[in-house]
């Protein structure tokens, strides 16, 4: 298959919360976002999953080279080719590229974060950098745009980090700040050994009210900016703030087994979001804020 048959069948077949949301948008841009997915989550698995005939260090560092030439037109593997056709309508700083790599490369580092401040650090590479870079592919004129990505991306990796918490302290990662453990009296240990009790959801009810509020502080910036261009930013912000809810529902208890999303659910909520968005450009919005009652 060509580069862009390889890019939508890797994003199609991981099972991305994404994927729905892309559909919506028109060609170019819709082959320019399976791009940046294929590319994420390609970085993401050379660190996470078992890779014969190579350090994952030396993997990621390959990869950075791969970036290079990429921006100087002489990308070889199959993404960064997809990719590279992409910046010609599309040019996305190279920066946000290496920020998502640097994120990604934490991981083989640090599996603990001590402090909140540590951990934004990380939510920034590894998910506000792929806002950053969306941005650039839906379009935007307004400064106030970066911000809207930048506090989405947060959003986002919040919600992943707290779904993911067993599959993650089977790879002996915390990323629950450790000041947040010994404020709620749940141990290392007991996270590791998923251990389901009442600090635990005290711990947990915590966790979510933080991702809300930086759901919330995108929705406040979202009248300041073009919205219109935003409607697949603002889909998958419907899809993850469901997955929230329903971890709410089930009491937190994310040991049990993984929250997700069924297709049918995704395509609902995706259809919901752009057909909101079409009234609004319509008739101006009038609809109440989504996150307004946090």
């Not at 060509?2 to 939508?8: A, T």
């Not at 329903?246 to 049990?256: A, D, G, L, Q, R």
Request: net charge positive.
């Amino acid at each position: 298959m060509n580069p862009q048959e390889y890019v939508k069948s890797y994003t199609r077949s991981s099972g991305s919360n994404f994927y729905y949301s892309f559909l919506l948008l028109p060609k170019a841009k819709r082959e320019a976002m399976f791009s940046i997915y294929a590319f994420c989550k390609y970085t993401d698995d050379l660190v996470d999953e078992e890779q014969p005939g190579g350090n994952k260090q030396q993997l990621l560092n390959n990869w950075r080279g791969e970036i290079r030439q990429m921006y100087e037109g002489r990308p070889i593997h199959p993404i960064t080719q997809s990719l590279a056709a992409s910046l010609d309508k599309f040019p996305i700083p190279q920066k946000y590229f290496d920020d998502l790599v640097d994120g990604i490369e934490m991981d083989l580092k640090k599996n603990r974060y001590v402090t909140f401040d540590e951990l934004l650090q990380y939510c920034y590479r590894v998910a506000s950098a792929v806002g950053l870079m969306s941005i650039e592919i839906f379009g935007y004129s307004c400064e106030r745009t970066r911000q809207y990505a930048r506090h989405l991306g947060v959003a986002f990796q919040l919600t992943n980090i707290i779904r993911d918490i067993k599959s993650d302290a089977e790879r002996d990662r915390i990323y629950i700040p450790l000041e947040d453990l010994n404020r709620f009296s749940y141990t290392e240990c007991d996270l590791l050994n998923s251990h389901y009790s009442r600090a635990f959801i005290n711990l947990m009810s915590f966790q979510v009210l933080r991702a809300k509020e930086y759901f919330q502080r995108a929705s406040r910036t979202l009248p300041l900016i073009d919205k219109s261009t935003m409607v697949t930013a603002e889909i998958m912000s419907h899809i993850y703030f469901r997955i929230l809810e329903k971890i709410e529902h089930v009491h937190y208890n994310v040991f049990k087994e993984k929250i997700s999303l069924s297709k049918s659910v995704k395509i609902g909520i995706a259809l919901s979001a752009y057909l909101l968005s079409r009234v609004d450009s319509m008739f101006g919005s009038q609809t109440q804020e989504k996150y307004g009652n946090i």
